[in-house]
């Protein structure tokens, strides 16, 4: 029993990544997208400036989580070929 309950609560959390990675990086881009289309449709003043910037920190966002897995996922060769300890390695 105690085993089902450790597997179980593991799995809340690998649920949790997956919803935020599987379901939200893609959200966010395409959140990015729809509002850098409102700029380039023509949107004018104050609502094409809030839409440039509302769209680049969806990408800027992407583009981190994007990086920050590619670190996490090569931490341990970084480690060990190049002496460089990122994220917990």
């Known amino acids: 029993m105690h085993t ?3 597997n179980l609560s593991d799995l809340w959390r690998v649920m949790l990544a997956a919803l935020i990675f599987g379901a939200g990086l ?3 881009f395409a959140v990015g997208i729809r509002l850098r289309a409102q ?6 003043g ?3 400036t809030a839409a440039l910037f509302a769209s680049t ?6 583009m981190i989580a994007v990086v ?6 090569a931490r341990g060769f970084l480690a ?4 460089i300890h990122l994220l917990g390695a």
């Open 80 to 83: 060990s070929r190049l002496g």
């Open 68 to 73: 920050a897995g590619v670190l996490f996922i």
């Open 4 to 6: 089902l309950l450790h």
């Open 26 to 28: 893609p959200t966010v």
């Open 46 to 48: 104050a609502g094409r």
């Open 39 to 44: 700029v380039d449709d023509g949107a004018r």
């Open 57 to 62: 920190v969806c990408f800027a966002l992407v």
